[in-house]
């Protein structure tokens, strides 16, 4: 069974950054598509991020294109969400996902973390 386990996470003034890293253990899943989506208070789970499993690919939501950057690293079995130029509007806990099916990652994901929080202030 893989596990996901999300860290980065915390309270960030608007404008600032941070990192997000999900470290998969369990397994490799190194040929996995992986991804991160968010869910704030009151809505809907949404897509951010996702990426393929060479890295070569990757495709983000409207809302954090040129924000964000996903990245991956499969030696050490971890994908990363780079959280640029935060917003208030960023403020969600951050899930990330991995796919063993498809070459991106969708809310059909396999394998889910628990999630992280993020909180920017205004």
């Known amino acids: 069974q893989v596990q996901l386990v999300e860290s980065g996470g915390g309270l960030v003034q608007a404008g600032g950054s941070l990192r997000l890293s999900c470290a998969a253990s369990?397994?490799?899943?190194?040929?996995?598509?992986k991804g991160w989506f968010r869910q704030a208070p009151g809505k809907e789970r949404e897509f951010v991020a996702t990426?393929?499993?060479?890295?070569?690919?990757?495709y983000y939501a409207d809302s954090v294109k040129g924000r964000f950057t996903i990245s991956r690293d499969n030696v050490k079995n971890t994908v990363y969400l780079q959280m640029n130029t935060l917003k208030p509007e960023d403020t969600a806990i951050y899930y990330c996902?991995?796919?063993?099916?498809?070459?991106?990652?969708?809310?059909?994901?396999?394998?889910w973390g628990q999630g992280t929080q993020v909180t920017v202030s205004s």
């Open positions: 369990g397994r490799t899943i190194a040929s996995y598509a």
């Open positions: 990426i393929s499993w060479s890295g070569r690919n990757t």
């Open positions: 996902a991995a796919d063993s099916r498809r070459a991106i990652v969708t809310m059909d994901a396999d394998f």
